[in-house]
């Protein structure tokens, strides 16, 4: 092997034992003082936990922070979809859990590659995550002597996930979005609603300002600032089809890496396996069942090839528990890479169920025998309630069916340890940035990082930026706020005046399949070279042949998405790219061409230990891979088991 | 199947409006209405006409985005769901069905079927909150709370904020939501200190937004995809009165 390039960029880690790190850095951190505050103003973009969180504390900082989000209240952000939970290393259960713990199992369950000393504080603040929630109102799960219930997810031996029924993200998004209308009532935060960023502003190398499509009015509009915090969310929606709000979208992140921040670890993406399965086009997203379901629902499917007698009918042992075979030691709480493979497996192997053959049972006739109707009601009921809407089948009665969809990004925009990008100024938070989850994210971890970065980590570094950048004040009349603002008038009237026959839709639809094809569950050199060039040439015929309707100076959601799909195709050649340049499998990263024996996850430490940090280099020149390599100093390596 | 539809279109809140008659044919009774809907807007973009302009988002029940009066009835013929989760199979084969959308003073129609639900945003502004700093927080096990307490605070926290409540009601009033949020917070021990001052500022609000005062028509309760009782609306009345008595 020659000897990899160095990586251009620190990552910034501070010195110290890895405990020690985050608190010997906070002391040295360079502070801005209260009367200071008030002349600083910081962009945040995104009103998820992440940017709802950071807006919220860095308003009751003193900061004057402009708020931004596409929905017509910050109160929609996709967060408040999150079911199953959020993890915190509190050890309420005294079952042994502790930050070790919770760092190890996100760094094992990561598949070893991500950041030691992120993960670390990452499991440190954890705690104080649930403290903030509690005493905003945040309505968790309770035991009947007043303290607060616990429940386990997948990839964790111990019961350390917070829940407020199914609905943990939308309570926990409420806490914040209530925190946030405070600062709002303070006059700290302004809120800009139903605004779309589409570019970043930067000005002498340093991010300063955004340009936004106001989506009630179609005017394109200017905002500058002395930093930009990025809290834009995840990707999965690259994929068409996937658990995703319709909204989501690559859009604020792609054109920020267009500007010149690293884009890490693209084809890092979670398929969950617990959702409703595809039917065909005509569905517009897929839904996830919370992976809190595998608590208490045992999947299985027949044992004979073709069965297609219902479910009830089939006698326990004529079916086949299969991840209670293969992985006796966490069984049906398996983590979600392991689950989702396993799943499609068995169907692969004709063993699936239901009318496509793509779909496995998850059954809650033992746990409704063992615990009551009741019980499984108070634990899921909104779920289940959901699974029978969508599908008129009762799981109570009849078990539920599921198969994996693309549900999360670990990729993202790389960040140091600060949550700096490339660029400087430009912070970047929650499922937006690379840094946390390594190659899986573990269930109910989205959520303890969203709100990590936005009430703890980020008022912290974003200080220390601002206490140490000399920035000089910017206004929105300068030339550089003037080319972002044409650059986005620009594409948009390309976009309108193609006026060709497909809608943008077929085309989401067509590069949908084709990533889920090839860029998917299971990747392979030969698929991921001929996605390369069916994304080019299909993005290729976008341009030529794609019909949006206008104006731009009105309402038009046709336009918006038009704008993001245009995003999509670049992103996910580079996905196609970032998988094919990773020539091993690890955790939702799976080469066909790199397994065990048992068809596991076979990772390659030796040549693979780092972040694959793209750089862009405008669109007819490919795009550079920087490494930056992973130390492990803390914990070993060692093969994923979870038998 | 195939469905007849009347939809709500309107260019902008100060043009003026009227239902437009549109045909799908090949609906799938899995698909949801939203989906049916995507299918027309596909129809219209590909004959060069303006698709039809809706709010959604999550397309699961949560986010509150999504709200169509469907044949009359905020969110549509089926209790405790929302628009988004309404299947076509709850409807007949050739049947015509009306589209429309919130209709209140308090929320001003953006375009087709989108409103301006902005005021719900400045309701919860005006004391929707607990005032605590970012780290202030104790350990969250130091103030228990009961499983009951919990419960119920969690039956009022679980508003979607969609605004059905308004919608259905005959004087377009905003107390069920507004109640769900000032309900929430007298339930937890977190939410005492600033109780009085809470439903004092928030119900002021709700009235200058220009909603419409709550007569018990119960249509509220009906319609809430949370299913939300109107009960709650009794605990916002109890701590409005016992606001204005301390602060009197
Ligand atoms: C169905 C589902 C269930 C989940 N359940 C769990 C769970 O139980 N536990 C867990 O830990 N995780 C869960 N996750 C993952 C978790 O919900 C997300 O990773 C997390 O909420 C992301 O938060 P965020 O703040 O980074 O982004 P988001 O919540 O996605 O917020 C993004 C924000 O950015 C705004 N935005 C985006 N682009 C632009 C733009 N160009 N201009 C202006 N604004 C923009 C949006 O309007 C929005 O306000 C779940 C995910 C899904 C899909
Ligand atoms: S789209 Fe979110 S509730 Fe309907």
Not at chain 1, 196 to 206: K, Q, W
Request: hydrophobic share 40%; net charge negative.
């Amino acid at each position: 092997m020659s000897r990899p390039a160095a990586f251009p960029f620190d990552a910034k880690i501070p010195e110290g034992p890895l405990d020690a790190k985050w608190d010997l850095y906070q002391r040295e951190m360079k502070l801005v003082s209260p009367a200071n505050k008030r002349k600083k103003s910081v962009i945040v973009v995104g009103t998820g936990l992440a940017g709802a969180s950071a807006a919220a504390s860095l308003g009751e900082l003193g900061y004057r922070v402009l708020n931004f989000c596409i929905q017509d209240s910050p109160r929609r952000a996709h967060s408040v979809a999150a079911q199953g939970g959020i993890n915190a290393a509190k050890n309420y259960q005294n079952d042994g859990d502790s930050v070790w713990r919770l760092f190890h199992d996100t760094i094992k369950g990561g598949d070893y590659r991500a950041r030691e000393a992120n993960v670390y504080r990452l499991a440190q603040v954890s705690t104080r995550i649930i403290d903030q929630c509690a005493a905003q109102g945040v309505p968790f799960n309770r035991e009947y002597g007043g303290t607060l219930a616990n429940r386990s997810f997948g990839g964790a031996q111990v019961s350390r996930t917070f829940y407020a029924r199914g609905q943990t993200g939308q309570q926990l998004l409420l806490g914040a979005y209530s925190a946030l209308m405070r600062q709002v009532d303070e006059g700290t935060v302004s809120l800009y609603p139903r605004r779309e960023m589409l570019d970043l502003v930067v000005i002498d190398g340093v991010a300063r300002g955004i340009v936004c499509r106001n989506l009630v009015t179609g005017q394109i509009e200017r905002y500058a600032a002395d930093a930009v915090v990025l809290a834009t969310g995840g990707y999965s929606t690259v994929f068409f089809l996937s658990t995703n709000a319709v909204n989501c979208n690559a859009t604020a992140i792609w054109r920020c890496h267009k500007r010149g921040a690293l884009f890490a670890n693209p084809c890092f993406t979670q398929i969950h396996p617990t959702c409703l399965p595809q039917a065909g086009p005509t569905q517009s997203k897929l839904t996830l069942m919370s992976e809190s379901l595998r608590n208490d629902g045992r999947v299985w499917v027949p044992k004979r090839k073709g069965d297609d007698r219902a479910p009830a009918d089939i006698p326990e042992d004529e079916r086949d528990y299969y991840l209670e075979r293969i992985y006796p030691a966490f069984g049906n709480l398996v983590p979600r890479d392991i689950a989702s493979r396993a799943a499609k497996r068995m169907c692969d192997d004709g063993f699936g169920v239901g009318p496509s053959k793509y779909s496995v049972y998850l059954d809650f006739g033992e746990a409704i025998g063992r615990l009551g109707r009741d019980k499984i009601a108070e634990r899921y009921g909104n779920l289940f309630h959901m699974y029978e809407e969508i599908t008129d089948d009762d799981p109570y009665a009849t078990p539920m069916r599921i198969y994996p969809a693309p549900h999360y990004t670990m990729g993202g925009l790389w960040v140091d340890y600060n949550l700096m990008s490339t660029i400087p100024g430009l912070h970047v938070l929650g499922e937006a940035n690379f840094s946390d989850h390594g190659a899986n994210r573990l269930g109910a971890s989205a959520l303890m990082q969203g709100l990590a970065d936005g009430y703890f980590v980020v008022p912290s570094t974003l200080g220390h930026y601002l206490a140490s950048a000399k920035l000089d004040p910017v206004d929105t009349d300068h030339p550089e706020f003037v080319a972002a603002e044409t650059g986005v008038r620009d594409l948009t009237a390309r976009l309108l005046g193609v006026q060709g026959k497909k809608t943008v839709r077929e085309y989401h639809w067509e590069l949908g399949r084709i990533l889920w094809d090839d860029v998917g569950m299971s990747r392979n050199a030969k698929g991921l070279e001929e996605a390369l060039g069916s994304i080019r040439a299909l993005r290729e015929d976008f341009w030529k042949n794609v019909r949006v309707i206008g104006p731009d100076d009105e309402f038009n959601k046709g336009l918006e998405f038009a704008g993001r799909v245009a995003d999509f195709f670049e992103l996910g050649e580079l996905m196609a790219r970032d998988a094919l340049q990773r020539e091993e499998s690890c955790g939702g990263h799976f080469r066909d061409e790199h397994q065990t024996q048992e068809g596991e996850a076979l990772r390659d430490d030796e040549n693979f230990a780092f972040v694959g940090a793209w750089e862009w280099k405008g669109g007819d020149t490919d795009p550079v891979l920087h490494k930056e390599s992973l130390a492990f100093e803390n914990v070993t390596l060692s093969q994923r088991s979870y038998k | 199947m195939n469905v007849n539809l009347l939809i709500w279109r309107q260019d902008g809140p100060d043009q003026p409006g009227r239902m437009a008659p549109y045909t799908v044919a090949d609906v799938s009774p899995d698909m949801s209405i939203l989906e049916m809907l995507d299918i027309l807007n596909e129809q219209l973009t590909a004959r060069g006409e303006r698709p039809v302009e809706f709010d959604s988002d999550c397309r699961e029940g949560i986010c509150g985005a999504c709200g169509l009066v469907i044949n009359g009835v905020a969110h549509g013929p089926r209790s405790a769901c929302t628009t988004c989760e309404l299947r076509m199979r709850s409807f007949r084969d050739g049947e015509t069905i009306a589209i429309e959308p919130w209709r209140a003073n308090g929320f001003p129609i953006i375009r087709d079927l989108v409103v301006d639900r902005s005021a719900f945003d400045r309701i919860i502004t005006a004391g929707g909150y607990i005032s605590v700093n970012t780290g202030e927080a104790p350990d969250a096990n130091s103030v228990p709370i009961g499983k009951v307490a919990a419960e119920l605070a969690m039956d009022s926290a679980a508003c979607i904020g969609c605004g059905a409540c308004v919608a259905a009601c005959p004087n377009a009033s905003a107390s069920l939501f507004t109640a769900a949020k000032i309900a929430q917070f007298a339930r937890l021990p977190q939410g005492q200190l600033e109780r009085h001052r809470r439903a004092l500022r928030m119900v002021e609000q709700m009235d200058a937004e220009g909603f419409g005062d709550c007569s018990n028509h119960g249509e509220c309760e009906a319609v809430c995809p949370k299913a939300i009782s109107i009960e709650t609306i009794a605990i916002m009345r109890r701590e409005y009165l016992r606001a204005t008595v301390k602060s009197a």
